[in-house]
């Protein structure tokens, strides 16, 4: 297989899957389906580039990566189906994004997530050139990267399940979770998944020179930390939570980092909205 029909082969069959979601969300109107879906079209992605024989029978490295991705994949598509599930398929960020889109909601949306699928093809790639390191062993950096992923996947795990037990307690409604996690970032979740992609770069790059291409990997948590950070993740988010939340948000905003992980700031204020 060569590297252009793999990498052309990866982009149709993420723009097909993303046209696929459009085609769902329009019949059902359930657009909380779309990450679930964009997670795990990442994820076969992700393994299919990883174990793709580009020059030799796939090596140890390659499988480790496809581990990897897979993991990443089912973990997070897993947690928001089940949210979804649960929840009806909503996604206040989308329902804002069919009001202010109006008659023209179907056919931008059709761009938004096609723009998605060129984000997800972006990440694949990350995953491909970390996956495809000719470095002939396993290495401490291997080592290395794996523990970097694993970690911040056990940490998007447990940041998730305190922001599903705070909002299981009814005395909890109508407040800002500020527990565990929470308490330290306004988005953990976001944190340990973009931590969670230097594990690629890790993988991939060879500071002594012999893997040139391995500094491209790093194209996945750059592109990870701008969609997360000023795209599709807080920005939208803080808005919804601003319009739900009111002042016990921009209460939580003023002693809590949007993004990294870090002590408070001032004195613990009143969440009660």
């Given at each position: 297989?060569?590297?252009?029909?793999?990498?052309?082969?990866?982009?149709?069959?993420?723009?097909?899957?993303?046209?696929?979601?459009?085609?769902?969300?329009?019949?059902?109107?359930?657009?909380?389906?779309?990450?679930?879906?964009?997670?795990?079209?990442?994820?076969?992605?992700?393994?299919?580039?990883?174990?793709?024989?580009?020059?030799?029978?796939?090596?140890?490295?390659?499988?480790?990566?496809?581990?990897?991705?897979?993991?990443?994949?089912?973990?997070?598509?897993?947690?928001?189906?089940?949210?979804?599930?649960?929840?009806?398929?909503?996604?206040p960020r989308y329902a804002k994004l069919r009001e202010e889109w109006g008659t023209a909601y179907r056919a931008r949306l059709l761009l938004f997530l096609q723009i998605q699928a060129l984000c997800g093809w972006l990440l694949a790639l990350s995953i491909l050139i970390a996956a495809h390191n000719p470095a002939p062993?396993?290495?401490?950096?291997?080592?290395?990267?794996?523990?970097?992923?694993?970690?911040?996947?056990?940490?998007?795990?447990?940041?998730?399940?305190?922001?599903?037990?705070?909002?299981?307690?009814?005395?909890?409604?109508?407040?800002?979770?500020?527990?565990?996690?929470?308490?330290?970032?306004?988005?953990?979740?976001?944190?340990?998944?973009?931590?969670?992609?230097?594990?690629?770069?890790?993988?991939?790059?060879?500071?002594?020179?012999?893997?040139?291409?391995?500094?491209?990997?790093?194209?996945?948590?750059?592109?990870?930390?701008?969609?997360?950070?000023?795209?599709?993740?807080?920005?939208?988010?803080?808005?919804?939570?601003?319009?739900?939340?009111?002042?016990?948000?921009?209460?939580?905003?003023?002693?809590?980092?949007?993004?990294?992980?870090?002590?408070?700031?001032?004195?613990?204020?009143?969440?009660?909205?």
């Open positions: 297989m060569s590297l252009g029909w793999l990498l052309a082969g990866l982009a149709t069959g993420l723009a097909v899957t993303m046209s696929g979601a459009w085609a769902f969300v329009v019949r059902t109107g359930k657009p909380g389906w779309i990450d679930a879906i964009w997670s795990f079209a990442i994820g076969v992605a992700g393994v299919v580039a990883a174990l793709a024989p580009l020059s030799a029978p796939p090596a140890a490295r390659q499988a480790l990566v496809a581990v990897l991705a897979a993991l990443w994949s089912l973990r997070l598509g897993l947690h928001i189906a089940g949210r979804n599930i649960r929840g009806g398929g909503d996604d062993a396993l290495r401490a950096r291997d080592v290395l990267g794996v523990v970097l992923l694993l970690a911040a996947v056990a940490g998007e795990g447990v940041a998730d399940r305190q922001l599903a037990a705070f909002r299981a307690d009814p005395n909890n409604k109508g407040q800002v979770c500020d527990i565990g996690l929470w308490g330290m970032s306004r988005h953990p979740n976001y944190f340990f998944e973009w931590l969670g992609w230097l594990g690629y770069p890790v993988i991939a790059i060879d500071p002594a020179g012999g893997y040139g291409w391995g500094w491209l990997a790093l194209l996945g948590p750059a592109l990870m930390y701008w969609l997360l950070v000023y795209a599709s993740g807080i920005p939208p988010l803080e808005a919804h939570m601003l319009r739900s939340r009111g002042e016990a948000f921009r209460a939580y905003q003023a002693r809590v980092n949007a993004f990294w992980l870090g002590p408070r700031r001032g004195k613990r204020a009143a969440t009660a909205s």
